[in-house]
């Protein structure tokens, strides 16, 4: 099945070993006719989850235009029988390899193996993990997964993600001052999924919806620790996602909710709202959930370096 994955070319994924497919030549020379793409194998090979390879291929892959990878995922490689079943699928679609393997001995067979078949063998954290030795004088641990360790910091994540969901939406706003970040936005402004990715680095958000008509939770004007950030996108764009939105619930699209007029009269309400307050505003148009959440984290490093200091107020950024 082809996927459409944020800032990524149209990708078939292949997990491996579960779930085997194979796609003939012929297969792949129509796909290259009917989409004008160039089709290549890509293997990526991990002992670990596969998260930093997975990054790192979707980042490098996206600067190339008109591309299709079919991406063979192999993850938690860390025994000689795991590679082989790895090697044995790098041998049946040959591809470009990348890999990040801590195991001298993992490493060493799956490059020699590339070597035979003439295929590029990349290992993505070499460079990295060698100008970081040199720089601190030590050595690498080569343990495979210690980003994944079961510590404060991982159950410090696991903390903000119940916040997140517990705070969605406007809910428990009674402990709003728990929070790290709110984020404060008219309908289909992003708020849910930034907050969820919020969350996963760490930061415990809570997002508050700007309904025209209906006041805000009192408890907003009650905040010293949080930062509160004001969302905001172009009103064409809004009323095209909301139509979408109410298509999908098979409601009919003429209300208010997506008459042009009226959301941008949502919109300058709301902008005015936040200029009131004092609050940073994120203009979330042509942003990404990860840009957009990059920006607030910004916002909240500024904020943090100078104690006291609110924040920007109402300047879009």
Known sequence: MLSQAPGYPRTRRVVHPLIPVSVTGAALRQMNTDTMT?????????????????????????????VQPIEHFWNLVRTERQLDMAIEGIRDTPGLVMFTLVNDKLRRRLQDTCRDLQVPCIPVLDPLIAALGAYLGLESQSQPGRQHALDAEYFGRIDAMDFALNHDDGQSAWDLHEADVILVGVSRTSKTPTCIYLANRGIKAANVPFVPGCPLPPELDQLRRPLVVGLTKD???????????????????????????????????????????GWPVIDVTRRSIEETAAEVMMILARR??????????GTPV
């Open 304 to 313: 943090r370096a100078v104690p006291g200091e609110a924040g920007p107020g």
């Open 235 to 277: 009103a064409e764009r809004l009323v095209q996602i909301r139509r979408n939105r109410l298509r999908l619930l098979n409601q009919g699209e003429d209300t208010s909710y997506t008459d042009p007029e009226k959301v941008r009269a949502e919109l300058s309400e709301a902008r005015r709202l936040y200029s009131r307050k």
């Open 38 to 66: 160039k089709t290549f194998h890509l293997h990526l090979v991990s002992d670990a989850t596969g998260e930093t390879i997975n990054s790192v291929a979707r980042a490098c892959v996206s600067q190339f235009d008109r």
